[in-house]
């Protein structure tokens, strides 16, 4: 349809219904961002995060089965109308990469494919079985981890080389791009034990521990620079207030593939390096969670702070979701390592938590889904 005949199309077919903001349903695709993925993390972690609490609850297995499948559904659905929004509106598409803001969200398609894949495997088996459920796995793991890595050296080369950055321009979601090899690691530390024993198993654990320090040296980079403009910019648009919890997300998954990481090191790595491993999952989780807890406060009191001014729906709402999942589940870890009771408490608050967290921000865009608004 041409550009012409979205014009003449009657005004008062725009007014009622869903999409009603849009001029022309068709619009919907136009400036679909790679910011919309996270929504599948998001949904995917609430799943992921139900399946390793330390407790267990009537009927929770269950609920977060049918949540990993609704998240899988709905990153067929974005991938479908991404494709569509690449080949009818390859300029903006493009334009995305340009965009020092847009751009941190290249990240967010590679996690959602990943926390999906860990879920069929963590979930998803008890509805298809173990074998669909791994060759699933293996796919969005290597899929994922292959776009993640991309996305970890040309997002910031981009910075580096093109993009318009000044003094106040950090912000949580510049996290976004080196993220998804610490997701990697921890997802691909549950497929460890599916490989055939020797150099397969040992070449993928070495390689899980390299993500993992991949995106824990580019978040040591890039912290610092978001708590000086915290200092001395303050918070900035309202809008971008909900990115501040990003940070949650690089300590939140690194304390989970650490303790993931342990589980196999053992017997995959000579003495005594196995049991280093173990002992790194313990105390670099301890002393992560416990800074993890502190940017929550702070997070959450900044948070507290915009809204009672003003704080707009947006899709940044989703910051709210992944990463306290990634606490969750970091928290989760410890747990089981420790056997404490303060880890089992902590993981069960924070877990009813992103739940809320997760409802709100679902129902919100749902709702500005169906009046075209978000599009």
């Known amino acids: 349809m041409t550009g012409t005949a979205l014009a003449e199309e009657p005004a008062t077919s725009r007014r009622f ?22 929504s599948v993390m998001g949904t995917g972690i609430v799943a ?16 977060a089965t049918v949540v990993w499948a609704f998240g899988a559904l709905l990153l067929l659905a974005l991938c479908a109308a ?21 751009a941190q969200f290249w990240g967010a398609p590679p996690m959602a494919l990943l926390t999906v894949g860990a879920g069929t495997l963590l979930l998803g088996r008890d509805w298809i079985g173990l074998g669909p459920a791994l060759t699933a796995d293996w796919i969005l793991w290597t899929a994922g981890t292959l776009l993640g890595l991309f996305t970890t050296a040309w997002i910031p080369y981009r910075m580096m080389t093109t993009h318009d950055i000044t003094r106040e321009s950090a912000f949580g979601g510049w996290l976004m791009p080196v993220v998804p090899p ?36 580019a978040t040591l980079c890039i912290v610092p620079q978001l708590w000086q403009r915290l200092l001395r910019h303050k918070t900035g648009a309202a809008a971008t207030v909900p990115t501040v919890w990003i940070v949650l997300g690089p300590l939140g998954q690194s304390i989970t593939a650490v303790n993931l990481l342990a589980r196999p090191a053992g017997n995959v790595l000579p003495a005594p390096y196995g049991a280093a491993a173990d002992a790194l999952g313990l105390f670099y989780g301890v002393a ?44 989760s870890g410890l747990a089981a390592r420790t056997g404490s009771l303060l880890f089992t408490v902590a993981a069960v608050a924070l877990y009813l938590l992103l739940v809320l967290a997760w409802l709100t921000v679902a129902v919100r865009t749902a709702h500005g889904s169906y009046r075209g608004g978000l599009f």
């Open 82 to 102: 991404w494709a569509v929004h690449w080949i009818r509106h390859t300029g903006a598409a493009r334009g995305h990469a340009h965009d020092p803001v847009m």
């Open 17 to 38: 219904g869903p999409l009603r903001e849009l001029d022309h349903p068709a619009r919907v695709f136009a400036r679909l961002g790679p910011n919309w993925f996270a």
């Open 288 to 331: 992560a969670w416990g800074f993890a807890l502190v940017w929550l406060a702070l997070a959450a009191a900044l948070t507290l702070r915009t809204a009672r001014s003003g704080l707009p729906f947006a899709l940044t709402w989703w910051s709210f979701t992944f990463p306290v999942g990634t606490v969750v589940t970091g928290t």
């Open 182 to 217: 610490m997701v990697s690691a921890a997802n691909g530390a549950l497929l460890v034990e599916h490989l055939p024993a020797g150099q397969p198993r040992l070449t993928m654990l070495l390689g899980c521990y390299a993500m993992f320090g991949i995106s824990l040296f």
């Open 48 to 63: 992921n995060a139900a399946a390793t609490l330390p407790v267990w609850l009537p009927g929770v297995r269950t609920a």
